[in-house]
């Protein structure tokens, strides 16, 4: 079996690097991340730009790995699946925020934290100009589940019809939908779970 894991809030939990990123650029500590996410983007999309420039470069200093995801990753590999990263990552953010580097980052954040090579090999982690582009990368692969926070991008028009798409509503994004009052896969056709632990804890068979 192939299995196919989103990124950035995914397999990384940036929830404890929000605060610290957005205290930093002088937001009230006392907001939560849905909080400052609405109030960023209904006034000034720059400033919401600005910050999660910061959170996925500064903020891996912070960030941790998803509940249970070495768990997960080790059983997945132990029954003989094939693990690939396939992330929508541009190479750097945009020139006005300083045209930083993220896939540097990225790819020492999961060496780091011992992701790669040990549970998935370097040729097998894929970061994804554009959404179109990570779609037909999850195309190419041949996967048999993808993983990711994003209902979008289960449900994208191309997104294979022989992949099943599982939908992990963790971190700061599903405190963002709560806020606004919205389920985060309104529509979804793909599989919900709270986290990559749920998957681990329901026994499903992986090969």
């Known amino acids: 079996m192939r299995i196919g894991l989103d990124l950035d809030n995914t397999l990384i939990d940036y929830s404890p690097a929000f605060g ?3 205290s930093q650029l002088g937001h009230d ?4 991340a849905g909080e400052i996410r609405n109030s960023l983007r209904s006034g000034n999309d720059e400033e919401w730009q600005l910050l999660q420039s910061h959170l996925y470069t ?13 768990e997960f990753l080790a059983l997945a590999k132990k029954l003989g699946s094939e693990i690939v990263i396939v992330s929508h990552k541009t ?3 945009p020139l006005r925020f300083g045209s930083r580097d993220l896939h540097a980052p990225a790819l020492n954040w999961l060496r780091q934290n011992k992701v790669v090579p040990r549970l998935v090999s370097p040729e097998n ?5 554009t959404r179109d582009a990570k ?3 999850i195309a190419e692969a041949e996967l048999d589940w993808f993983v990711d926070d994003l209902p979008e991008v289960l449900n994208h028009p191309g997104f294979p019809k022989h992949t099943v798409g599982w939908l992990v509503a963790g971190g700061y994004r599903e405190l963002a939908a709560k806020t606004r009052g919205q389920e985060p896969d309104n529509q979804s056709r793909s599989v919900r779970f709270s986290d990559l632990s749920e998957i681990l804890e329901r026994r499903l068979d992986l090969c």
Do not use: N, Q, R, W
């Open 58 to 70: 500064d903020g891996l200093a912070f960030a941790i790995l998803a509940e249970k995801s070495l």
């Open 135 to 137: 779609i037909l990368k």
């Open 20 to 22: 610290k990123i957005a």
């Open 125 to 129: 982690v894929h970061l994804c100009p």
């Open 29 to 32: 500590k006392k907001l939560g």
């Open 91 to 93: 190479p750097t953010t």
